[in-house]
């Protein structure tokens, strides 16, 4: 396959040029790299949620909106399906480069991650990326400057020209758009995390409800988690039967019930005090190629309305 980054530098030079129809601000940094306001100086959009979903998984997933109710309100959904969920939603669409430079802190998503391939799922699924670009997105309530970039450049080993930075904030329409987008990726993490072979995941759907923004990140991160947790579904086809589907889902986790922002408040705020089986999509139905079809856990639309109102 292209390289991942290529591809999702083809998605990149779709937002440079259309950046004022998709409401978004680009800024060339001092080295070259590039800055894409998707929603942090700007208030960001729907259609920028989207293509930013596209860039994270380098274009091996289809992303688009549905209209469907929250507790008998109208509200906007997200759908993602791919048939590369190893490569797409693991390999690049992903959080999991923590950015801290100088002053600057953020959460980096995307297929530069494979390029450093240091995490243990490029081992498991056999890929990493060798590209002259680097593509990572970037949620931060700050647009990352020069310093991030040359962190970028140095630990990819890509000329800081070649390096994109799609920059969101959480309480943005992008961020709740591009939240809303992870209910495939985090059922694949999940059984990705619990043993399961990720490349005998063969097509993930996923769709959550679209958080209303909030004026701060804390309750933005605390409404886009409920979404997912409470909202969030997700249909895989896998190749081979297991015994613990059942625990792919939120409702696995004994805290499970209650808001994010009171989970989150109880550990002060502190994420790694949280069990990671908090983190998956509230329902999911898995279909076994040729075998059984199990669906497991529920959708919670009070929790979503107390959280969303």
């Known amino acids: 396959m292209e390289s991942l980054n290529r ?4 998605l990149v030079d779709e937002a440079i040029d259309f950046a004022e129809e998709l409401t978004l601000d680009v800024h060339a940094l001092e080295g070259d790299a590039a800055v894409i306001d998707f929603g942090v100086a700007v208030p960001g959009a729907v259609e920028a949620g989207l293509l930013l979903a596209e860039i994270q998984t380098a274009g091996l997933a289809t992303v688009q909106t549905r209209m469907d109710e929250v507790a008998g309100a109208p509200t906007t959904h997200v759908e993602l399906s791919t048939d590369h969920p190893a490569l797409g939603l693991l390999c690049a669409g992903k959080a999991g480069w923590e950015l801290s430079v100088d002053d600057f802190e953020g959460l980096g998503s995307g297929p530069a991650r494979a390029i450093v391939a240091e995490e ?3 081992a498991r699924v056999g890929y990493a990326d060798d590209a002259d670009f680097a593509v990572l997105a970037v949620e931060s309530d700050t647009l990352p400057d020069e310093a991030v970039a040359a962190a970028v450049a140095e630990r990819t080993g890509v000329p800081e020209s070649g390096v994109f930075l799609p920059a969101f904030s959480t309480a943005s329409i992008t961020g709740s758009v591009v939240a809303a987008a992870r209910a495939a990726e985090l ?9 399961y072979d990720p490349l005998e995941v063969l097509s993930v759907s996923g769709s959550a409800p679209v958080a209303p923004v909030a004026d701060d ?5 605390a409404r886009t988690n409920d979404a997912l947790a409470y909202g969030g579904q997700a249909h895989l086809v896998v190749e081979e039967p297991f015994d613990r589907f059942d625990e792919v889902v939120s409702t696995a986790a004994d ?30 139905t898995v279909d076994v190629l040729g075998g059984e079809t199990h669906v497991v856990g529920d959708t919670h639309e009070d929790v979503l309305a107390e959280s969303f109102h």
């Open 187 to 195: 059922a694949t993490f999940r059984l990705s995390e619990l043993g």
């Open 255 to 284: 805290d499970h019930g209650q808001p994010f922002a009171d989970i989150f408040a109880g550990v002060d705020w502190d994420m790694s005090e949280l069990p990671v089986d908090l983190f998956g999509p509230a329902q999911v």
């Open 7 to 10: 591809m999702a530098t083809e």
């Open 217 to 221: 990140e804390e309750t933005a991160m």
């Open 120 to 122: 243990d799922i490029y």
